[in-house]
Nanobody
Framework: QVQLVESGGGSVQAGGSLRLSCAAS????????MGWFRQAPGKEREGVAR???????LYTDSVKGRFTISKDNTKNTLYLQMNSLKPDDTAMYYC???????????????????WGQGTQVTVSS
């Protein structure tokens, strides 16, 4: 049974940093596609970043240059380093994973089989 457990969320002021972690069990991070999504109240879930099994990354435009997705295959853990945070980054952040390759040119929720429970990020101005 696959489990994804996020941690690292919290409250920070604008301009601050947070690092989210997603520990995977029952899933091999080196063999699949993993991503981060976020959902703010009243908004749709948005793809933030993804990384394929080769380490190739993709980001949504609003976080490029500020967020970095990475994974440690020895720990089966996915990370999201978030710098220069803005109030618009406030959301519940979710880790997601799928078996096999990333599909398509975007970061789309329907591709992912497994989801974590989420961790809240709040950025104040």
């Amino acid at each position: 049974q696959v489990q994804l457990v996020e941690s690292g969320g919290g409250s920070v002021q604008a301009g601050g940093s947070l690092r989210l972690s997603c520990a995977a069990s029952g899933y091999t991070s080196s063999s699949g596609c993993m991503g981060w999504f976020r959902q703010a109240p009243g908004k749709e879930r948005e793809g933030v970043a993804r990384v394929n099994k080769y380490g190739t990354t993709l980001y949504t435009d609003s976080v490029k240059g500020r967020f970095t997705i990475s994974k440690d295959n020895t720990k089966n853990t996915l990370y999201l380093q978030m710098n220069s945070l803005k109030p618009d980054d406030t959301a519940m952040y979710y880790c997601a994973a799928r078996e096999g390759a990333c599909i398509g040119s975007g970061i789309q929720a329907y591709m992912y089989n497994y989801w974590g429970q989420g961790t809240q990020v709040t950025v104040s101005s």
